[in-house]
C-alpha cells in the first residue's frame, strides 16, 4: 500500500494561523527555532489520531491569538485514489470530514483502520516513536511480519533422536502440553523411583539375612534316608494294627454270640420242661388223648424252633473262635516310639527345606521389583529426554528465528531471546546500534536507527508511508528512505520556509 501526502492546510493550529503545505517526493522545511516547524507534522497525528506525533492527546487550541476553531486538512493519494480528510476543533468539540462529507467519529476511526494501525502508522511517520514503545510491543510488530520457523526447520538443526521423538510426540500435543505432561510425568517418576529403589533395596537385605546355610542337596539326602526308616516302620505298625484290630473285632463278636446262645438255651430248657394239661380250662372235663398228643406236639415245635434260632449261632462262634486261634497279638510299641523319634529329626529338617521354598518366593519378589525400578528408570528418563529435546527445540526455534529477523537489519542487531541460567529461552526485546542500547545513541544515530528500523517495518508491511525526519541538520547524511520524505531543518535568521521538489 502506497500512500502520498498531497497537501495540508492549517488554520489555527497552534502557533500556525494559516498554512498550507504542498508535499513533494521530497519535502525540506526550514526556518529559525520556534518558527513552527514541527508543528506541522503534529498536525498530521493530530488529524489522524488526535494526538501529537509521539501518541500523546494533544490539544492545539491557539493560546497566543484569538480563534474561534481550529481545522486541519489533509489530501492523500493511497494507492492511486485520493482522500480528504479533515478535523475540526470548535469550542472543545471534535468535527470530522471524509471527503469533504461530515463524518461520526466511529466511521473516520474505522476508514483509517483499514490502512493501518495507530502504532504501525506512529512508527513508520516517527522514526523515534517505535523506541517510545514497551518492549513487548515493539517485539510483537517486529515479529508480526515475520514469520516463526516452521517445525520441520527446526528438526533439521535438531539432533536426529530429538527430532524423531518430537515430530512424532507434536501429531498429538502442543510442544506446551508436551511439556506440561512430562514435567508432571517427570516429578512422580522421580518419587517412584525413590520408592522402587528403596523397596529393592529392603529386599535385598531381607534375602541376605534369610539366605539358608545348609546345602539342600544335603538336607534332602538326609531327609530321604530318615522318611525311609520311619516308611518302613510305618509298613510294619500298620500290618501289626490290622492284625490287632482283627483280634479285638473276634473278641467283642464271640462275647456277643455267647450271651445270646445261652439265653437260647434257656427258653429252650424251658420249653422242654412244660407240663401238658390233662383237662379242660374251660369245663373240667378230662381231655381226650387226642388233645393231650395235639398239645404235646405243639411243645415239641416250640423247642425245635428255638434250637433252630441258637445252632447257627453255635456254628458261628466255633468259626470265629477257630479263626482267632491262627491270630497272635503284635506288640508294636517299640516301634511306634522309633518312629516318633524319627518323625523328630525329620520335622526341622523339613522346616529347613521350607526355607528354601521361602527364600525362592523372596527371589522372585526381588527379581519383580528390580524390574519394576528398571521400567520406572526407562520411563522416567523419557521423560527427560522429551524435556531436554523440547528445551533444545526452543532454543533452535529461538536462534533461527532471530537469525530471520536479524537478516532483515543492516547496521541494528536486534535481541528477541534471552537464555536464563537454567537454559530455559526467555522472550525479550534489545536494539543495538554498534553494540550500544537505543538510549545511549547521540541524536544522529537515533534518527539513523529509527530510519532503518521503520524502513524494515515499511518493506515488513508492505505499507509505504510519508516519513517526518525532525531535526534534519544535526544529521550529516542517511539512506534515503523507500517513499515520500519530509525533513524538517534549523536555518538561523530565516522564516519558515517549505520546499516540495515535484
Ligand atoms: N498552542 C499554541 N498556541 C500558540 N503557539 C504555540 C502553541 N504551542 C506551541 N506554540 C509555539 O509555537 C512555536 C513553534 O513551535 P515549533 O515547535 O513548531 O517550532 P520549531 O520550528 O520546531 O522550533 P525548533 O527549531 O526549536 O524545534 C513555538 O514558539 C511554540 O512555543
Ligand atoms: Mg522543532
Same mark, same amino acid.
Given at each position: 500500500?502506497?500512500?502520498?501526502?498531497?497537501?495540508?492546510?492549517?488554520?489555527?493550529?497552534?502557533? @500556525?494561523?494559516?498554512?498550507?503545505?504542498?508535499?513533494?517526493?521530497?519535502?525540506?522545511?526550514?526556518?529559525?527555532?520556534?518558527?513552527?516547524? $514541527?508543528?506541522?507534522?503534529?498536525?498530521?497525528?493530530?488529524?489522524?489520531?488526535?494526538?501529537?506525533?509521539?501518541?500523546?492527546?494533544?490539544?492545539?487550541?491557539?493560546?497566543?491569538?484569538?480563534?474561534?476553531?481550529?481545522?486541519?486538512?489533509?489530501?492523500?493519494?493511497?494507492?492511486?485514489? &485520493?482522500?480528504?480528510?479533515?478535523?475540526?476543533?470548535?469550542?472543545?468539540?471534535?468535527?470530522?470530514?471524509?471527503?469533504?462529507?461530515?463524518?461520526?467519529?466511529?466511521?473516520?476511526?474505522?476508514?483509517?483502520?483499514?490502512?493501518?494501525?495507530?502504532?504501525?502508522?506512529?512508527?513508520?511517520?516517527?522514526?523515534?516513536?517505535?523506541?517510545? #514503545?514497551?518492549?513487548?510491543? /515493539?517485539?510483537?510488530?517486529?515479529?508480526?511480519?515475520?514469520?516463526?520457523?516452521?517445525?520441520?526447520?527446526?528438526?533439521?538443526?535438531?539432533?536426529?533422536?530429538?527430532?524423531?521423538?518430537?515430530?512424532?510426540?507434536?501429531?498429538?500435543?502442543?510442544?506446551?502440553?508436551?511439556?506440561?505432561?512430562?514435567?508432571?510425568?517427570?516429578?512422580?517418576?522421580?518419587?517412584?523411583? %525413590?520408592?522402587?529403589?528403596?523397596?529393592?533395596?529392603?529386599?535385598?537385605?531381607?534375602?541376605?539375612?534369610?539366605?539358608?546355610?545348609?546345602?539342600?542337596?544335603?538336607?534332602? +539326602?538326609?531327609?530321604?534316608?530318615?522318611?525311609?526308616?520311619?516308611?518302613?516302620?510305618?509298613?510294619?505298625?500298620?500290618?501289626?494294627?490290622?492284625?490287632?484290630?482283627?483280634?479285638?473285632?473276634?473278641?467283642?463278636?464271640?462275647?456277643?454270640?455267647? %450271651?445270646?446262645?445261652?439265653?437260647?438255651?434257656?427258653? @429252650? +430248657?424251658?420249653?422242654?420242661?412244660? /407240663?401238658?394239661?390233662?383237662?379242660?380250662? +374251660?369245663?373240667?372235663?378230662?381231655?381226650?388223648?387226642? +388233645?393231650?398228643?395235639?398239645? =404235646?406236639?405243639?411243645?415239641?415245635?416250640?423247642?425245635?424252633?428255638?434250637?433252630?434260632?441258637?445252632?447257627?449261632?453255635?456254628?458261628?462262634?466255633?468259626? =470265629?473262635? &477257630? &479263626?482267632?486261634?491262627?491270630?497272635?497279638?503284635?506288640?508294636?510299641?517299640?516301634? #511306634?516310639?522309633?518312629?516318633?523319634? =524319627? /518323625?523328630?529329626?525329620?520335622?526341622?529338617?523339613?522346616?529347613?527345606?521350607?526355607?528354601?521354598?521361602?527364600?525362592?518366593?523372596?527371589?522372585?519378589?526381588?527379581?519383580?521389583?528390580?524390574?519394576?525400578?528398571?521400567?520406572?528408570?526407562?520411563?522416567?528418563?523419557?521423560?527427560?529426554?522429551? %524435556?531436554? $529435546? %523440547?528445551?533444545?527445540?526452543?532454543?533452535?526455534?529461538?536462534?533461527?528465528?532471530?537469525?530471520?529477523?536479524?537478516?532483515?537489519?543492516?547496521?541494528?542487531?536486534?535481541?528477541?531471546?534471552?537464555? =536464563?541460567?537454567?537454559?530455559?529461552?526467555?522472550?525479550?526485546?534489545?536494539?543495538?546500534?554498534?553494540?550500544?542500547?537505543? $538510549?545511549?545513541?547521540?541524536?544522529?544515530?537515533?534518527?539513523?536507527?529509527?530510519?532503518? #528500523?521503520?524502513?524494515?517495518?515499511? /518493506?515488513?508491511?508492505?505499507?509505504?508511508?510519508?516519513?517526518?525526519?525532525?531535526?534534519?541538520?544535526?544529521?550529516?547524511?542517511?539512506?534515503?528512505?523507500?517513499?515520500?520524505?519530509?525533513?524538517?531543518?534549523?536555518?538561523?535568521?530565516?522564516?519558515?520556509?517549505?520546499?516540495?521538489?515535484?
Amino acid at each position: 500500500m502506497q500512500i502520498e501526502f498531497k497537501s495540508l492546510k492549517l488554520q489555527n493550529f497552534k502557533s @500556525h494561523q494559516d498554512l498550507t503545505v504542498n508535499f513533494g517526493e521530497r519535502t525540506v522545511i526550514t526556518g529559525d527555532n520556534a518558527k513552527g516547524k $514541527s508543528t506541522i507534522p503534529e498536525a498530521i497525528t493530530w488529524l489522524l489520531y488526535g494526538t501529537d506525533t509521539l501518541g500523546s492527546k494533544l490539544d492545539p487550541s491557539p493560546i497566543t491569538y484569538e480563534a474561534d476553531e481550529t481545522m486541519v486538512s489533509l489530501l492523500m493519494d493511497i494507492d492511486g485514489t &485520493e482522500l480528504l480528510l479533515g478535523r475540526e476543533l470548535k469550542k472543545g468539540k471534535a468535527k470530522y470530514y471524509i471527503n469533504e462529507v461530515p463524518s461520526k467519529a466511529t466511521d473516520f476511526n474505522e476508514m483509517l483502520g483499514q490502512y493501518f494501525n495507530k502504532s504501525m502508522f506512529l512508527s513508520l511517520f516517527n522514526p523515534n516513536y517505535f523506541f517510545t #514503545l514497551k518492549w513487548t510491543e /515493539q517485539r510483537e510488530m517486529i515479529l508480526q511480519y515475520v514469520s516463526a520457523p516452521s517445525n520441520k526447520e527446526v528438526f533439521k538443526e535438531l539432533p536426529e533422536a530429538q527430532a524423531k521423538k518430537l515430530a512424532e510426540l507434536l501429531k498429538k500435543h502442543s510442544l506446551d502440553d508436551l511439556e506440561k505432561i512430562h514435567r508432571t510425568n517427570k516429578n512422580k517418576l522421580d518419587k517412584q523411583y %525413590i520408592a522402587a529403589q528403596s523397596r529393592t533395596k529392603t529386599l535385598k537385605e531381607q534375602l541376605e539375612n534369610n539366605a539358608p546355610k545348609v546345602p539342600l542337596e544335603s538336607l534332602q +539326602a538326609e531327609l530321604s534316608v530318615l522318611t525311609k526308616q520311619r516308611d518302613e516302620i510305618e509298613k510294619v505298625t500298620d500290618v501289626a494294627g490290622d492284625t490287632n484290630s482283627r483280634i479285638n473285632i473276634i473278641n467283642s463278636k464271640i462275647e456277643s454270640l455267647t %450271651i445270646q446262645i445261652e439265653r437260647g438255651r434257656e427258653q @429252650h +430248657a424251658k420249653v422242654k420242661n412244660t /407240663q401238658i394239661e390233662q383237662n379242660c380250662y +374251660a369245663c373240667g372235663q378230662e381231655l381226650t388223648e387226642e +388233645a393231650k398228643a395235639e398239645a =404235646l406236639k405243639s411243645v415239641d415245635a416250640n423247642a425245635k424252633a428255638i434250637a433252630r434260632n441258637v445252632n447257627p449261632m453255635i456254628k458261628e462262634r466255633k468259626a =470265629l473262635r &477257630e &479263626e482267632l486261634a491262627t491270630l497272635e497279638y503284635i506288640d508294636v510299641s517299640e516301634q #511306634l516310639e522309633k518312629a516318633r523319634k =524319627l /518323625q523328630e529329626q525329620i520335622n526341622p529338617i523339613e522346616q529347613e527345606i521350607n526355607k528354601y521354598k521361602h527364600f525362592e518366593a523372596m527371589k522372585e519378589q526381588l527379581e519383580e521389583a528390580q524390574q519394576a525400578e528398571k521400567q520406572i528408570l526407562v520411563s522416567l528418563n523419557e521423560s527427560i529426554f522429551i %524435556i531436554d $529435546s %523440547i528445551k533444545d527445540f526452543r532454543a533452535k526455534e529461538a536462534e533461527l528465528q532471530a537469525k530471520k529477523v536479524q537478516d532483515l537489519f543492516e547496521t541494528l542487531s536486534i535481541n528477541l531471546f534471552e537464555e =536464563l541460567k537454567n537454559g530455559e529461552i526467555k522472550a525479550t526485546f534489545e536494539i543495538e546500534m554498534d553494540g550500544k542500547g537505543y $538510549s545511549k545513541l547521540s541524536l544522529s544515530e537515533s534518527i539513523r536507527a529509527g530510519l532503518e #528500523l521503520r524502513e524494515v517495518l515499511s /518493506q515488513q508491511s508492505n505499507i509505504n508511508v510519508p516519513v517526518f525526519v525532525d531535526n534534519a541538520e544535526s544529521i550529516t547524511k542517511f539512506k534515503e528512505p523507500t517513499g515520500q520524505l519530509i525533513m524538517a531543518r534549523v536555518v538561523a535568521e530565516q522564516e519558515l520556509k517549505i520546499v516540495g521538489d515535484k
